[in-house]
């Protein structure tokens, strides 16, 4: 009897082991995955002024381009 209770003592410590090493594993791909999402969310971020800035500059060439023929043109 006192063995059937000693391993039964184990099987539970072993279970509750495993069940933390686990849960601990979820939090931390939990952790990493909100990780990766902050990293994509700044990288868009960054495209998106990347983008406007390359439009300005597009903008801004085309205004002094028209300018100058309208100047030239007087």
Known sequence: MKKERRFRLAMVVVFSVAAGVAVAEGIAHRRSINEYNEVIRQSDLVINRLRT?????????????????????R
């Open 53 to 73: 800035t390359r439009k300005l500059h597009a903008t801004l060439l085309a205004a002094e381009t028209g300018q100058r023929g309208y100047l030239l043109i």
